[in-house]
């Protein structure tokens, strides 16, 4: 019974600081975000981040943890964002490029770029394929894989300094 009622003090506590804290962390969010639908998922992650730590959170530390929590998370959708957009300009480079060349040029380099993912050592290859023949964001081939999306971004970083090497786009 003991267990129990510990339980029920945890989640009447979560509850309580949820209801407290709920409206000021989607403003803050969306301060950042500038996305109030987007920055309602950030809160609710950081809150699902918040019950799986409830019990290594001090008490006193809990909100001002919350608040720096969903601003890492933030910073990291905002870094998402830059990294779509990204991708986005290297499609449009892409797309003036095959008008500019011939297309068999450009077909020539694609097949040079193909034969150097396919020579990167694993995990680089995976994580390549991952990223950007299956499109999945750092933190979804992070997870698929079991590892951190800082370890994504260095193997991503390594293959694209390799590309830039053998293509000779220094």
């Known amino acids: 019974m003991i267990w129990k009622k510990n339980t029920d003090n945890k989640t009447t506590a979560f509850e309580s600081l949820f209801r407290q804290q709920y409206p000021p962390l989607v403003r803050h969010a969306t301060q950042l975000l500038n996305d109030p639908e987007e920055a309602k998922d950030v809160v609710e992650e950081a809150m699902e981040q918040a019950w799986k730590r409830w019990d290594t959170l001090a008490e006193t530390q809990r909100t001002s943890w919350l608040f720096t929590t969903v601003r890492h998370l933030a910073i990291n959708r905002l870094k998402h964002r830059q990294v779509k957009t990204d991708h986005a300009e290297g499609i449009r480079e892409a797309t003036v490029f095959d008008l500019q060349t011939q297309y068999w040029e450009h077909e020539y380099q694609l097949r040079q770029a193909e034969s150097v993912v396919e020579a990167l050592g694993e995990p ?4 390549v394929r991952l990223c950007y023949f299956e499109q999945n964001t750092y933190r979804e ?3 698929q894989l ?5 370890t994504v971004k260095k ?13 000779g786009k220094k």
Not at 146 to 150: E, M, N, Q
Not at 155 to 165: F, G, M, N, P, V
């Open 124 to 127: 680089t290859r995976t994580i």
């Open 141 to 143: 081939t992070a997870e």
């Open 146 to 150: 079991g590892i951190s999306p800082d």
């Open 155 to 167: 193997h991503i970083s390594k293959a694209l300094r390799t590309l830039r090497e053998v293509l």
